[in-house]
């Protein structure tokens, strides 16, 4: 293990992801309408075209879109 460190489970990961929330279909709750508010990802089609609707041709600042319950930022979107 890396620093003696590991990596956490899909289950931990998870949760952290999640802030808590549990029986949502996304880690912000149940809203799919305003995604791109809530994390950088590809948006158009992939490979050739990126919308950028969120603001980014590639990855956002960690600090672009507000936190989860647990203070995490950035658990979702951002790299592909």
């Known amino acids: 293990a890396w620093a003696g460190k590991r990596l956490p489970s899909e289950l931990e990961w998870e949760t952290a992801a999640r802030g808590g929330l549990e029986d ?3 880690p912000w709750g ?3 309408d305003d995604v791109h508010k809530r994390m ?3 948006e158009g089609a ?3 075209e ?3 609707k969120d603001g980014y041709i590639g990855v956002a600042p960690v600090d672009q879109y507000a ?5 995490v930022y950035n658990a979702v ?3 592909w």
């Open 67 to 71: 936190p989860n319950a647990f203070g």
């Open 40 to 42: 950088n990802g590809w």
């Open 46 to 48: 992939f490979p050739d």
């Open 50 to 52: 990126n919308l950028a």
């Open 77 to 79: 979107g951002n790299v």
């Open 30 to 32: 149940d809203r799919d």
């Open 24 to 26: 949502e279909p996304f």
